[in-house]
């Protein structure tokens, strides 16, 4: 039997029991949840960055299809399949100048005899969803289908998007719509990633409900249970999680390790942990379940440790985050990337900036590269201190030539927001400036964070500028934003300025379909 997790106290003997837990020397193997929509990553190209820039730089959104075209056509540049791929993820943040760059590759000389390869074609439809374009997504699987490259990624890519958006009922139809592009009815594996995009997306009903109807066509397996009982503990159902594993375990399958870890993180992740006696109820159950997994002879793993340790940082528990960290590494376990950051998390928050640090270089003396959300965990610190010196030194140390470790689309947002709320808009202005380098952004949240501190501070012009530009890129606005804007127009007495910002508007939703719905703002009185 595993022995009792430390609690709140600190005390020698509660550390015993940590180094005691801390006795597997390997993670379990185990088949993890499906991956088999994933996109190529981000490959090092400095030809694929520099043409992205180009492209973002001079893109004319009256014209979309023209800085591609005459880019490939008149700059004389060679592109190949892998170049082309890498530059279009590169552009997932501007779905219109995708498009346009993938409808000039198909002219290009260099795809005379063949077509662009299928991760063109899905990296398109990716961005199309992640604008809501959906109608123009669906010319572009018409276009793959007709070039050979439509596959079952480029309609699980297509379904995911839909949920995202929160329209399952077409991602289920676009599953379906499947064999009538690639030519077979969808596989087991296939749709077990459809229930697996359904429930990452909090849509655990709607994947019950699928999994219901064609259990009889598809064979219920561990990872289809797996992901179920994932489904229902990200809701905080853990009666319905429970009744599928019940079921699961009925039917002759298993539970694996994944499957425990899914129900330890439900029972450490959802919990309210204060004060202390919620957190030591937190612990027990975590405790039991350990057990349970003892009984049936499977050993925690890595992420185990990791979860346990996130409770820990919740519970803003320092001492019991270090306790347990180095009695791991001192049993041989490896901490992982999402290990660290649980523990930076941790200090951060409970203001050890120093130990922190330290730790983080520990970090990469032990060869584990930091993520985007590791600094994140500073960013955020400093941010609530209002420390600009510290966020912008550990900015610069982030973007510098040769950093491992580049700002993600959160960092930027992060910081964004921080200097907003200082009105610091030169600062804004150059983080702005370095994100469209990057190619990392922007998204719908940095438009709206710009456009709503913009409105505050009463710059009108600059709101309407990125307000225009938003919408010409693609992002639906949302309704709060629409409100906040017009509303300061009217104040402002820029009425005019507002119709012409609205006529736009109703072009991208008469241009891009019923996805751009119109909102009804009612005539605001001064």
């Known amino acids: 039997m595993p022995p009792p997790l430390p609690a709140a106290g600190g005390s020698a003997a509660r550390a015993a029991a940590v180094r005691l837990l801390c006795t597997a020397t390997s993670p379990a193997d185990a088949t993890s949840l499906p991956h088999l929509l994933a996109l190529p990553p981000v490959a090092p190209s400095p030809a694929a960055d520099e043409l992205a820039r180009l492209l973002l730089a001079h893109h004319n959104p009256?014209?979309?299809?023209?800085?591609?075209l005459q880019l490939l056509s008149g700059g004389g540049v060679s592109l190949s399949g892998d170049l082309l791929v890498q530059i279009l993820i590169r552009l997932r943040g501007a779905s219109k100048l995708a498009l346009s760059l993938l409808h000039a590759a198909r002219l290009h000389p260099c795809f005379a005899s063949t077509r662009p390869p299928a991760d063109a074609y899905d990296a398109v439809v990716d961005a199309l969803g992640r604008a809501r374009q959906f109608d123009a997504a669906w010319r572009v699987v018409v276009d793959a289908s007709a070039d050979g490259a439509a596959s079952p990624r480029t309609f699980a890519v297509l379904a995911r998007r839909y949920v995202a958006a929160g329209m399952t009922r077409q991602a289920i139809r676009a599953f379906d719509d499947m064999e009538a592009f690639v030519g077979r009815e969808p596989d087991a594996g296939e749709f077990a990633t459809l229930l697996d995009?359904?429930?990452k997306y909090k849509y655990p009903k709607v994947a019950t409900e699928i999994f219901n109807k064609r259990k009889y066509k598809y064979e219920p397996n561990e990872k289809m249970y797996t992901i179920l009982i994932y489904g229902w503990c990200k809701v905080n159902r853990s009666d319905m999680a429970h009744k599928f594993l019940k079921d699961m375990i009925g039917h002759g399958i298993e539970p694996n390790i994944v499957t425990y870890n899914i129900l330890l993180n439900s029972i450490c992740r959802h919990a309210s942990l204060h004060p202390d006696n919620r957190f030591d109820k937190t612990v027990q159950a975590a405790e039991g379940l350990l057990k349970e997994m003892h009984d049936k002879r499977i050993e925690p793993d890595v992420t185990s440790y990791s979860i346990i340790l996130h409770v820990y940082s919740r519970a803003h528990k320092p001492e019991l985050c270090l306790c347990m960290f180095h009695s791991m590494k001192e049993r041989g376990i490896c901490p992982t990337v999402a290990t660290y950051t649980s523990v930076i998390k941790c200090l951060a928050s409970c203001g050890r900036l120093e130990d922190a640090e330290t730790l983080l270089d520990e970090m990469v003396a032990e060869g584990v590269c930091p993520s985007p959300a590791t600094y994140n965990c500073f960013f955020k610190e400093y941010r609530g201190r209002k420390d600009v010196s510290g966020a912008l030194q550990l900015y610069n140390k982030m973007k510098a030539p040769g950093s491992p470790t580049a700002p993600d689309i959160h960092t930027y947002n992060i910081l964004l927001g921080m200097f907003i709320k200082l009105d610091r808009y030169g600062t804004v202005m150059e983080i702005w400036s370095n994100m469209f380098e990057s190619t990392?952004?922007?998204?719908l949240d940095s438009y709206t964070l710009l456009i709503h501190g913009?409105?505050?501070?009463?710059?009108?012009?600059?709101?309407?500028?990125?307000?225009m530009e938003m919408i010409e890129k693609g992002f639906l606005p949302q309704k709060i934003t629409f409100e906040t804007l017009y509303r300061g127009l009217i104040q402002a007495d820029m009425l005019r300025t507002w119709r012409r910002l609205k006529r736009r508007v109703d072009e991208e939703a008469a241009k891009f379909g019923d996805e751009f719905k119109l909102y009804h703002i009612k005539p605001y009185k001064r």
């Open 62 to 68: 009256f014209h979309p299809a023209e800085s591609p």
């Open 197 to 199: 995009t359904l429930c």
């Open 440 to 443: 990392v952004g922007p998204d």
């Open 454 to 467: 913009f409105c505050n501070s009463k710059k009108w012009r600059e709101a309407c500028q990125f307000f």
